[in-house]
DNA sequence: ACGCCTTCTGCAAAGGATTGCAGTCTTTCA
DNA sequence: TGAAAGACTGCAATCCTTTGCAGAAGGCGT
């Protein structure tokens, strides 16, 4: 039933090498023939089997992204940029999801190497032992982690963390909450060391934490928050920013007159929330995007190291309606 | 580098077809050399070939899944409805995102036809002239549209339209607006099929639109329904509702206490609102797990027609507090 | 007119796995 | 003890492409 090479060579009346030859190295074959032969195997809907191809060319022309959970909003957008991105180029991608278990993302990664040209791992929360055994048997690719000599796209989330402090501090506010995520995440680590780099004189910051990185670790952060008499918060991501603010709706704080709140990732859901809220954006569409373009040129570019392969992306405040200057110290 | 067949063969000192025979008719070679063979192939950590397998045996171990846009949180749960149950079955999905171009759509099926054994469409966006063009490639299961002679789940979503009226009526709302989403939409077809059928003497329905089925789409419904001087409304689908929302409160309307809003999707960020959003609930992960179901029976089970595999899914009204009484029409 | 260089095309091997067929070795039964 | 049946295993063809090598044809310089 489907056309192979062959059917097209007899129809055309030439070898499978020219037809062959046709689709993967066309100066090399006469343009009239060329031409005769792209146009039956058109004519007969032909499409090259990959996996033949894959088989003796050692490319799938396939690659694999793995996340860690597509129902966290974070990473919709960055396989929406890897899969566009793949496509331009001609890939397929393979998508699984770990479902947050490190042993079965380690399993899958072992299970895809056969088939891909290279995995990318969106905030891949493997262990440096589990690492260890993956690393080799395909080309990787890691998105918002840095593994020593491996090819990675990370966030400046240090840099947006300083946007977020400035910002408010700009409004007027003194005494910021940062409500930490998992302690182990790489994302946390380094949103800390952007902290710290935003240390100011005029500015005193707690850190509380650390919270479920979800919508249902917000009402305990904002308990907390509220305790400490801050004025403004900055969370770790925007799903608990969100879990917050209605946390703080329900105590009767009103954003931002009474708290100012921060969120981080700019999910498409923070721009809808009432009120909206002000996030760091962190491009992850783009990030997608740049971890193909990392792949291939692992890929491609000989002896490229992997280890040079680095692209950081900037990040971006988005001011919405959650910040706004402090309130009056003195009750208005 | 990899190892092959050949490699554990000769290390096993056996033929290849006996190590061959181990993984795929077990019985059929001696307890003994298997239990050999099997810990030699572990050892050595080999992997068979899927692409070669394929080749000989014509059947990939793939699967694809085309959505129209991974940005819509509608897809991603069923997205991973449908790769856990493909791992489950021991295969592997291609993802692709058309952004909601038809003939984009329509590309990828092609495309993809030769690595996979069957495609699941999501809410295909195809013309029946399109579909025409690519039935027959491969085997397809639909999601959320029906289309002759093909295998589809989809939801109930006329009954899920008639929980949300009942609900409404219950709570004693006698002027509703059901906001149309895109009208060629199947989707939108049933929704407003379920709307008729859920008539009833003491509720008047007006039908407004149709309105983009996103956010930025709900503004301009908002203000229509306000002219319509309705106490509750009914959205396409919850981007939509949470639009309508924030419009609301843009212009001092306070839900629920003067206007209900029901959406519909139950998307992740519908509890997240606020109030928390009233939605129908579509089961969205199990939807991708019965598609799997359904594609795997269509490659299996022999002289399984295509279009007595049907699956319907019920849908489920989740009442958050964005629905309530409606104002006392005394003013109080 | 000859040889050489180009340009184009075809032959056949290779890549990793599956599988029909045939061969070997045991076992069983008469 | 011999033959037939049964249980395993191996050989080799096959799936669809790509690609090194060689052959064919045409053009050019001398």
Not at 161 to 189: E, M
Not at 318 to 330: F, G, K, L, N, Y
Request: charged content about 25%; overall charge neutral; proline content about 5%.
């Amino acid at each position: 039933m489907p056309v192979t090479i062959q059917d097209v060579a007899r129809e055309a009346g030439v070898s499978v090498s020219t037809v062959s030859r046709a689709f993967t190295v066309p100066e090399m074959v006469k343009d009239e023939t060329r031409h005769y032969v792209l146009a039956t195997a058109e004519r007969m809907g032909y499409r090259p089997n990959r996996a033949a191809r894959g088989l003796i060319t050692g490319k799938t022309g396939n690659l694999g992204v793995i996340v860690p959970d597509l129902s966290n909003p974070f990473f919709p957008n960055v396989l929406k940029g890897v899969q566009a991105r793949a496509r331009e180029a001609d890939y397929a991608v393979f998508l699984a999801d770990c479902d947050e278990n490190p042993a079965e993302e380690m399993a899958l990664v072992q299970a895809m190497a056969k088939q891909v040209d290279g995995v990318i791992l969106c905030s891949s929360r493997m262990s440096a032992t589990q690492l260890e055994r993956v690393v080799g048997t395909t080309s990787l690719v890691f998105i918002n982690r840095q593994v020593r000599d491996q090819a990675a796209v990370t966030m400046d989330a240090a840099g947006g963390i300083r946007q977020a402090v400035d910002h408010l501090a700009a409004l007027g506010h003194r005494k910021i909450a940062y409500l930490s995520g998992p302690r182990t995440s790489w994302s946390n680590r380094e949103r800390r060391r952007g902290l710290r780099r935003a240390a100011r004189e005029d500015i005193e910051i707690v850190e509380l934490g650390p919270f479920a990185p979800r919508f249902d670790g917000g009402p305990h952060a904002a308990d907390l928050a509220l305790a400490e008499g801050v004025t403004a918060i900055i969370a770790y991501n925007d799903l608990m920013a969100l879990g917050v603010m209605s946390r703080l709706a329900d105590r009767g704080v009103s954003v931002p007159r009474q708290m100012s709140v921060v969120g981080f990732d700019d999910i498409s859901m923070a721009g809808m929330a009432t009120p909206p809220l002000t996030s760091v954006s962190m491009q992850n569409e783009r990030a997608g995007r740049a971890a193909v373009d990392l792949l291939l040129s692992l890929l491609t570019v000989t002896g490229a190291e992997a280890g040079d392969l680095r692209r950081e992306l900037e990040c971006q405040l988005i001011v919405r309606a959650s910040t706004a200057v402090p309130p009056d110290p003195t009750g208005r």
